[in-house]
Structures are given as structure tokens and as C-alpha cells.
């Protein structure tokens, strides 16, 4: 089966420490995305790939960083200089040809620090 | 920088009836892309319906259908004959047209809050 796969689905983490979140596609999609989701604010981006081996900061970039080094992977690094990282994340990702893409979800992954 | 406000932290409807929620956005575009995004307690995105904004005619998908005012900038989500498998959270989202977001910055979603909706049987 096609699809987006996050892992873990759970996962805490103590103050002070980085922690990596795995997003995968099987999808052949060329562009990826990572959201983070807070009660009441809806969805905010973090960062996005549209091609392997090139990245851009979205709207809340600081304290986090990416790696795009595979066309089907994109993990989101939660580094200690985030002052408030417990919320959902969701990964995205969608063809890069089609004019206004779909963007398809993974399951997402709450982060809790503890 | 675009915005999307969704007005109605909560909404609450009768299984078989019609629903509205609504959407306003802020931008300096003139062309590019209007979202309604469903997250059901699953919390799966799933896309309900999308619109393109140099496109006239209103997007309809089953039970589905928007309200698209570009002059108004207001892009309403009506669930007709609802179900209890519409209780989600509705997230409204606006995306640059390719052409104007240049190099590889497009593909940009920019969400609203969200509407919590239930549906009562």
C-alpha cells in the first residue's frame, strides 16, 4: 500500500535533549512538508522540500532543523533550542508537477516533553 | 503575508441537515488556491474540496460544496445532508499559485484555526 508512514506515534522526551521524527513515503512524491499542530492554532509549517538535497524554512523553522537526503524520506529534528515543542506533528507530502497539489498526511506524532 | 481566519471554533448540526462554515483570507495574490481540509478524531487529513481562484464556478464534490467570493475573499464549506461520519475538525487553507511562489518556495499551505463540527444523530 501507498502512503505516509510517521514513527513513533508517541514520544517523550526529557528537557534539554534532541529527538528525531522519521516521516517516509512510498508515494514518489517529490515534495515534503512538516506541520506542527497546537490546540486552537490550527496548522503551521515548519519545513518543506520540494526536491532532495534542498529545504525551506517555513513559518516557525526556528528551533528545528531537516535533512532531505532521500526522494522518500524527511526527518524533523526537534533540537533543545525549542522552547515549546510538545504539540502533534504531521508530515506531508505531494507530487511536485501538478499545479495546485494535494497535499497527503501521515499519521502524525505527538510530542511530549516531559 | 497570507492569513486564514475561520471564525467559528464550533459548530454543531443534525444528522440529515445543512451545514456552513465559514473562511476568510488576506492576501495580495490574484491567483492561487482555497483548501477545506477534514480531521476527523483519527486525526488523518483528508481533503474534502479544493478550489482554484481565477475559476468562476464554484467546487462541488458530492455533499460537498463552496462558496467562493473572490471580492469578498470568503470561501465558505456547505455539507449538505450530513452524516455522522462528518464530525471533524474542518481546516481551511490557502496555497500561492505556482507561478508566483517562484524557485522551490511553492507549495506553501497556510492554515486557518479550525471549526470543530459535530454531528448529532
Known amino acids: 500500500d501507498g502512503g505516509i508512514t510517521q514513527s513513533p506515534k508517541y514520544l517523550f522526551r526529557k528537557e534539554g535533549q534532541n529527538v528525531t521524527l522519521s516521516c517516509e513515503q512510498n508515494?514518489?512524491?517529490?515534495?515534503m512538508y512538516w506541520y506542527r499542530q497546537d490546540p486552537g492554532q490550527g496548522l503551521r509549517l515548519i519545513y518543506y522540500?520540494?526536491?532532495?538535497?534542498?529545504?525551506q524554512k517555513g513559518d516557525i523553522a526556528e528551533g528545528y532543523s531537516v535533512s532531505r537526503e532521500k526522494k522518500e524520506s524527511f526527518p524533523l529534528t526537534v533540537t533543545s533550542a525549542q522552547k515549546n515543542p510538545t504539540a502533534f506533528y504531521l508530515c506531508?507530502?505531494?507530487?511536485?508537477?501538478?499545479?495546485?497539489?494535494?497535499?497527503?498526511f501521515g499519521p502524525g506524532t505527538r510530542l511530549t516533553v516531559l | 503575508a497570507q492569513t486564514v481566519t475561520q471564525s467559528q471554533p464550533e459548530m454543531s448540526v443534525q444528522e440529515a441537515e445543512t451545514v456552513t462554515l465559514s473562511c476568510t483570507y488576506d492576501?495580495?495574490?490574484?491567483?492561487?488556491?482555497l483548501f477545506w481540509y477534514k480531521q476527523p478524531p483519527s486525526r488523518q487529513m483528508i481533503l474534502v474540496i479544493r478550489?482554484?481562484?481565477?475559476?468562476?464556478q464554484n467546487a462541488t464534490e458530492n455533499r460537498f460544496s463552496v462558496n467562493f467570493q473572490k471580492a469578498a475573499k470568503s470561501f465558505s464549506l456547505k455539507i449538505s445532508d450530513s452524516q455522522l461520519g462528518d464530525t471533524a475538525m474542518y481546516f481551511c487553507?490557502?496555497?500561492?499559485?505556482?507561478?508566483?511562489?517562484?524557485?522551490?518556495?511553492?507549495?506553501?499551505?497556510?492554515f486557518g484555526q479550525g471549526t470543530i463540527l459535530t454531528v448529532h444523530p
Open positions: 508515494l514518489n512524491h517529490d515534495a
Open positions: 506531508a507530502s505531494s507530487p511536485r508537477q501538478v499545479a495546485y497539489n494535494e497535499q497527503f
Open positions: 492576501t495580495s495574490e490574484n491567483n492561487y488556491y
Open positions: 478550489q482554484e481562484a481565477y475559476k468562476q
Open positions: 522540500s520540494q526536491i532532495v538535497n534542498d529545504f
Open positions: 487553507a490557502f496555497m500561492k499559485h505556482p507561478a508566483n511562489a517562484g524557485g522551490t518556495s511553492y507549495g506553501k499551505l497556510t
